[in-house]
């Protein structure tokens, strides 16, 4: 009878015996192979973490003992433990998060997906649990070695060792990737204990006995491989860099040996003071497509064929970040001065074709925007324009440094931002949407956002040539599409897209938003309403061709998909308002809420960021006689807008 349909909550392992729970080990990953194949989501980094999890649940007691995740995309063996085990719908709108969610279950206790935090969650809460007398409680955090990469950690660290009186287990998953190898001193520190020859006999001699000893003789010789293992440690000299730290240590362990897993965290249990436990795990573990893919061992998959792990779907078409991956090499082989620089995402932001074409100008820092920043702008000054490409919603972990060291310093630095927008499957903390509203209160920052693929190319290149300031180049994840051509360039580089027979709306389309304006615009016109549709390409700043057309017409609408709140739209006002322009502006963005996984259509549609419902509010404006209008044509009572997907389907103005 299979195992894992029984586990309904973390104390239904502590019936199971030895055997049952290995057994189980490989239930979860079958499970796991035949479901993320399916729906798509991160493969490898939870078959790397399937005993850890289970030796996790068996030992301490969720929810009475919290466990923290970083970053969370290691948690789907832990859904499963905790009575989540409907995969059918996995990141999909109502189906289970691809992270921890606190409305999901009261086992997860930490949301944000940004890696490095963990330590600092473990630390707040073992501080809290321990004055309020709560001292009979574990804290667990689970965090890679890639994400030691990042200071908080060691910031993290620095305040756990300062107060040893509380029970907080912290578990290094050390597998040697974050998306790819991990990288920097550190790494290559634990990859020699990893790699070290005293370690690999141990674990060969120790599986090799494991198999010969019978059953009973079984537990004897686990307690002295534990004792070999705190010999080893002393030997790798791992013991010494954390006992300065004044946190105990126990390891290198054998991540994936179950029964030495559970023996280890009890010893760590029952310590009462911060403990690490140092695994060694293999990321993609049992899977053999897995295991073999060398770009990231199927860190994030889409769907796959569960027996070969080929693609299913989903081809055909440049992405936005194959377009920048294309043009960046091109752009360094005619200025030597560019180098780029990125944070354990050479592969995610497009920088791998550039890296394998010149691999002494590319530099990961590892899991460190901060560092990231602040070293773009050393490289800067020392005469070079650093092209620092990150995941939009990480360039917030940096902001100090973008405002202080960067734009304070006028660093020509370049800041492309991959994911920007609503991304999706991902959740609220991976949405690129803070961005634009975050970045233009920078002084002396320029932005540019992309409507397609000759966008990309020639805007970075513009950024490129600025050497006295920030730039921004941010575009979407996906399929570029179609390019949108314009019927003209104004002198100040805005686009024209589309005129209308009058000046009665003059729509801006921000980016990728600008094919959605454009649809706008002809479904206005049918309606006998004017329109013009311009793309800033740099919105920020706001160009003076912007004033001068919102002057000729009588109603402004911004289309953005960044949250309207403080967004490029909130800025166009202002900048109108202060040229003494009266048009009335709506500003149409992202609200400014969390927002959950979803596909990018659903979020749009509830955003009301759609050509249907946008056209729709501003026939009702003016025709309902809010805005004057030129000329009107039609009688009201028979308006509608046609909705692209039913084209029969008609919506009342």
Do not use: C
């Not at 990953?29 to 996790?56: C, D, S």
């Not at 907080?168 to 040697?176: A, C, E, Q, R, S």
């Not at 293992?229 to 946190?247: K, M, P, Q, V, W």
């Not at 911060?274 to 061992?297: C, F, L, M």
Request: a negative charge; proline letters at 5%.
């Amino acid at each position: 009878m299979a195992i894992l349909p029984q586990i309904r909550s973390p104390r239904d392992l502590d019936h199971l015996s030895e055997s049952q729970l290995v057994a189980l080990a490989q239930e979860i990953r079958e499970f796991l192979v035949e479901n993320v194949a399916r729906t798509g989501g991160h493969l490898g980094p939870n078959l790397g973490v399937v005993e850890l999890t289970i030796a996790m649940h068996r030992v301490f007691d969720s929810p009475n003992d919290p466990m923290i995740f970083d970053t969370g995309h290691q948690s789907y063996v832990h859904k499963m433990l905790t009575g989540r085990q409907d995969f059918s719908d996995l990141r999909t709108r109502d189906g289970l998060a691809g992270y921890p969610q606190r409305s999901e279950s009261i086992h997860d206790v930490v949301e944000s997906s940004h890696a490095s935090s963990s330590l600092s969650w473990a630390d707040g809460i073992s501080r809290a649990l321990s004055r309020t007398g709560r001292r009979d409680r574990h804290v667990i955090a689970m965090v890679g070695d890639g994400a030691l990469t990042g200071g908080m950690t060691w910031e993290a660290l620095n305040n756990i060792s300062d107060d040893n009186d509380r029970n907080l287990v912290i578990i290094v998953n050390d597998n040697g990737r974050s998306y790819a190898p991990t990288i920097g001193g550190m790494a290559r520190y634990l990859n020699r204990v990893r790699t070290a020859d005293t370690y690999r006999e141990l674990r060969h001699r120790s599986d090799t006995m494991s198999r010969r000893l019978g059953p009973a003789a079984r537990a004897l010789y686990r307690g002295l491989r534990g004792g070999m293992h705190g010999f080893l440690s002393r030997f790798t000299n791992n013991e010494a860099l954390y006992s300065n730290l004044d946190i105990k240590y126990l390891g290198p362990v054998d991540g994936h040996d179950l029964p030495v897993m559970i023996e280890t965290l009890r010893l760590a249990k029952d310590y009462g003071a911060p403990v690490i436990v140092h695994a060694i795990t293999e990321k993609g573990r049992g899977y053999e497509p897995a295991r073999n893919d060398e770009a990231d061992q199927f860190h994030a998959v889409g769907r796959i064929d569960p027996i070969t792990g080929e693609a299913i779907g989903g081809g055909g078409g440049n992405s936005w970040t194959d377009v920048f991956a294309q043009e960046l090499p091109e752009i360094a082989a005619e200025r030597t001065d560019v180098i780029a620089i990125t944070a354990a995402m050479l592969r995610p932001t497009g920088l791998q074709l550039f890296a394998e074409k010149y691999p002494d100008r590319v530099l990961d820092v590892g899991i460190a925007e901060q560092h990231a920043v602040t070293s773009a702008a050393g490289l800067a000054f020392g005469g070079l324009h650093p092209v620092v490409a990150l995941y939009a919603t990480f360039i917030n972990r940096a902001f100090d440094q973008v405002l202080m060291d960067v734009a304070l310093h006028r660093a020509g630095v370049t800041f492309v931002l991959d994911r920007a927008g609503v991304t999706g499957p991902d959740g609220p903390s991976h949405h690129g949407i803070w961005d634009l509203a975050m970045l233009q209160i920078v002084p002396g920052i320029r932005i540019a956002v992309p409507r397609d693929a000759p966008r990309v190319r020639e805007e970075l290149r513009e950024a490129l040539d600025v050497s006295d300031g920030p730039t921004v180049i941010r575009f979407p994840k996906g399929n570029v599409g179609e390019d949108l051509p314009a019927i003209e360039r104004l002198e100040d580089g805005v686009d024209v897209l589309a005129r209308g027979e009058t000046h009665d709306v003059l729509v801006i389309g921000i980016g990728p938003m600008a094919h959605i304006a454009v649809d706008v615009a002809t479904r206005l016109e049918a309606q006998g309403i004017g329109a013009t549709v311009v793309d800033p390409r740099w919105v920020v700043p706001v160009q003076q061709s912007l004033v001068d057309l919102a002057a000729q017409h009588r109603l402004v609408i911004t289309i953005e998909d960044g949250i309207r709140v403080g967004g490029i739209g909130t800025r166009i006002r202002q900048v109108f308002r202060e040229a003494g322009v009266d048009t009335a502006v709506d500003e149409l963005g992202v609200p400014d809420e969390f927002i959950a996984h979803a596909s990018r259509e659903q979020i749009l549609e509830d955003a009301g960021l759609t050509a249907a419902k946008i056209a729709q509010d501003v026939v009702a404006q003016v025709l309902g006689t809010r805005i004057p209008m030129a000329r009107q044509s039609r009688d009201t009572s028979t308006l509608w807008i046609t909705d692209d997907a039913n084209d029969n389907a008609r919506d009342d103005a």
